[in-house]
């Protein structure tokens, strides 16, 4: 496939999200930027969810680890259900109860200033390492595809790819993306079907018989009951678990599309469909990954040993045309549906916990937003370049033990808030926050020797939220005076 053909669909596809942007831009505020007017229909953010929770890292790394875990990651989206049932029952009720713009604002009202600012930095600090390493995935592929055959620097076209995400964003914000994110579901559903469709047909398989294919494979054991193995599925699906829970309902990105629903009723409907489709999506991309692998033994292709590799390598060097342009938008359309939402929750997040935003005037909100959205994409840029020197994990796995240990204290503190009555002691909690990740890397590094041989997956997410846990308890005091404060100010 040509370089050229490629940017040209680059820049097509781009234009389609500037126009976009321009339609939904019009006449906007900072309220508009962060919450949309609080009036965007559930189904439409339902359905945008599914792009921005997915990313590029599913697109391309789901199927390719197939190969080596089968289909056990399914385990891990079993335990999403469960995850996304707390969210929608415990979590968003309370955010729209107390009306909040940042879901942060609550560790304030219910710990004080110095938990608030922690729970902000944390979130601040996941998401920018969780987004930069999605795009670090699409950036390698397009460097791959298009600019090493024009002799362009990877720091260069990654300057490039979020010079982009921030043309469209920058104005909009959040109401750009309820509608930016629905174009680029729909453009990924598209691609994976189609990516399905055409290999199925190129085996000779008609829908029965690429399922009877599948099953028949040595890809499709989905459940794993060792105890000892990573994959068990106690272990996965209690860390997916947990993982919806931070990464949804303790995310300012995924909450903010939440509550730019009318209202709780709209914005539980949205949670529950949403759920409900995104297991099937992850059905799609483990068949794709099946059929990937199925189609080089069968063509007798020798496949690159990174599993993140194989889709676009049997994509744009062995599939047909049409086939290779599909990929090309699919991977544009999932990771950019995930990179731009995360760069509005970052901007939000950091006017609305750290700049004082709410008691400046509208004219200077627009200038500070403007500066704080150039800011954290100059970081990205900078966090990709850094973690293209560094990095040997396959990206999924980089971005789960990112969030396993820069989730885990946000975890810790809303369960402790949510299911104790106990005050704690402020200015320690910035400290607890710090060990409990420190000591998760020590016994999760030391557990096969420690631990008679059991190996931490996932689940170290758990472990830190338990040691952030015990950590508030131990600077914990019994007065309850404060919690029945903030009661009082939930029910006024």
Not at 26 to 52: K, Q
Not at 467 to 473: D, E, K, P
């Amino acid at each position: 496939m040509s370089s050229t053909l490629i940017i040209g669909l680059i820049v097509a596809y781009f234009c389609i999200l500037i126009g976009i942007s321009y339609i939904t831009s019009r006449n906007t505020d900072s309220e508009t930027f962060f919450l949309a007017n609080r009036a965007s229909p559930w189904y439409v953010v339902a359905f945008g969810m599914i792009g921005t929770s997915l990313s590029g890292v599913t697109f391309v790394s789901i199927p390719g680890m197939v190969a080596a875990a089968e289909f056990s990651y399914l385990q891990l989206v079993l335990g999403y259900l469960l995850g996304y049932f707390v969210i929608a029952t415990v979590l968003m009720p309370m955010y729209y109860r107390m009306n909040l713009v940042s879901i942060y604002t609550y560790l304030e009202q219910r710990f004080g200033w110095w938990s608030y600012k922690t729970g902000a930095a944390f979130f601040l600090l996941s998401r920018t390492l969780g987004a930069a390493i999605r795009l670090f995935l699409v950036a390698g592929v397009l460097q791959l595809a298009v600019f090493d055959e024009l002799g362009v620097p990877f720091s260069v076209s990654v300057i490039i790819t979020i010079a982009l995400i921030w043309v469209y964003t920058f104005r909009g914000g959040m109401k750009t993306i309820i509608w930016t994110d629905t174009f680029q579901t729909t453009a990924m559903l598209v691609a994976v079907g189609t990516s399905i469709w055409l290999i199925s047909d190129e085996l000779n398989l008609g829908f029965q018989g690429m399922i009877d294919t599948i099953q028949a494979s040595d890809y499709s054991q989905v459940f794993y009951w060792d105890v000892k193995d990573s994959r068990y599925f106690l272990k996965q699906f209690f860390s997916g678990a947990f993982i919806a829970i931070v990464m949804t309902g303790l995310d300012q990105d995924m909450m903010q599309k939440n509550l730019s629903c009318k209202n709780i009723g709209e914005a539980q409907k949205n949670m529950f469909w949403f759920s409900i489709i995104l297991v099937f999506v992850n059905i799609l991309f483990l068949a794709l990954g099946a059929l990937l692998y199925i189609y080089a033994n069968a063509k007798g292709i020798a496949l690159p040993e990174r599993g993140d590799d194989v889709f676009p390598f049997l994509a744009l060097n062995h599939f047909t045309y049409f086939a290779g342009i599909v990929f090309i938008l699919g991977i544009i359309a999932i990771t950019y549906a995930s990179a731009d939402s995360a760069l509005t929750a970052l901007t939000t997040s950091f006017c609305v916990d750290f700049l004082d935003f709410k008691s400046r005037p509208e004219q200077e909100r627009v200038r500070m937003r403007y500066i704080v959205h150039a800011g954290f994409s100059l970081v990205m840029v900078l966090v990709i370049i850094v973690f293209d020197i560094l990095n040997n994990d396959s990206v999924v796995t980089a971005v789960f033990k990112v969030a396993g240990y820069t989730y885990g204290p946000l975890l810790g503190m809303y369960t402790f808030g949510l299911y104790t009555k106990r005050a704690v002691r402020d200015k320690f909690v910035p400290a607890v926050c710090i060990i409990a990740p420190l000591l998760t890397f020590i016994l999760s590094y030391n557990s096969v020797d420690w631990f008679w041989g059991y190996e931490f997956g996932f689940e170290v997410l758990i472990l830190n939220g338990f040691l952030t846990f015990v950590g508030l308890m131990a600077v914990s005091s019994g007065r309850i005076d404060e919690l029945e404060l903030v009661q009082e100010k939930q029910t006024a």
